[in-house]
Structures are given as structure tokens and as C-alpha cells.
Nanobody
């Protein structure tokens, strides 16, 4: 199982930017699609973005399209989430996750089998 560690969260004001990073423990991570999910207080965990193993394909939740960008550097075993024009409703714990299947691709929680511990993002109004 891939071990994942997120970093880069923090407290920002509306309209500002943050970049989240996710470090993976295994070289084989490059065979997996990687996703970002978030969970706000009192809400279910939800999909944010996913990137295919090669980086050629990405998908985003409608709420973040045009503001967030997911990317990966397979040489460094890293995945990133660039978040621009942040809004108070983006406040949540953000989780990095690896797809269960090599070369698989999807946007639902059950398709992802390895999860990081999460990093808090707070956007003040």
C-alpha cells in the first residue's frame, strides 16, 4: 500500500492561493491515478480532483474547475494541488489518495485505497 503524506495547508484570506503537496512512499506510485478529496466539518468527504498515472488526464469537481489545478512529478513521487481564488467554502481537510488499481482512473471515494492523514485548509472571509 502506498504511504501518502500531505503538506501545505494553512489559513488564508478569500481570493488568495495555496499549493498542497502529497509525497508518496513508493516508486510504484507512478502507476496509480492520484486524487485529492476534502471534508468540511459536518459534511461527507468529497472529490476535488484526480490525475491519471501519466498526468495526461485530469478531472475536477465543478466547484473547483478553473480555480484548482492538479499535477504530478513522478520523478519525485509527488502530487500537487494548486488552489487559486480560494473561497470560504473551500475550507476543509484535504486528503491525498491513490487509486486502488494500477492504471485505473475514477472520481469516487471507493475507488481509492490509500489515504494520507490530511491537511487543513481554512479560508477566511
Amino acid at each position: 500500500q502506498v504511504q501518502l503524506v500531505e503538506s501545505g495547508g494553512g489559513l488564508v484570506q478569500t481570493g488568495e492561493s495555496l499549493r498542497l503537496s502529497c509525497a508518496a512512499s513508493e516508486r510504484t506510485y507512478s502507476s496509480y491515478s492520484m486524487g485529492w478529496f476534502r471534508q468540511a466539518p459536518g459534511k461527507e468527504r468529497e472529490f476535488v480532483a484526480v490525475i491519471s498515472w501519466s498526468g495526461a488526464r485530469t478531472s475536477y469537481a465543478e466547484s473547483v474547475k478553473g480555480r484548482f489545478t492538479i499535477s504530478r512529478d513522478n520523478a519525485k513521487n509527488m502530487v500537487y494541488l494548486q488552489m487559486n481564488s480560494l473561497k470560504p467554502e473551500d475550507t476543509a481537510v484535504y486528503y491525498c489518495a491513490a487509486h486502488r488499481a494500477t492504471l485505473g482512473y475514477g472520481v469516487t471515494l471507493r475507488e481509492f485505497g490509500s489515504w494520507g492523514q490530511g491537511t487543513q485548509v481554512t479560508v477566511s472571509s
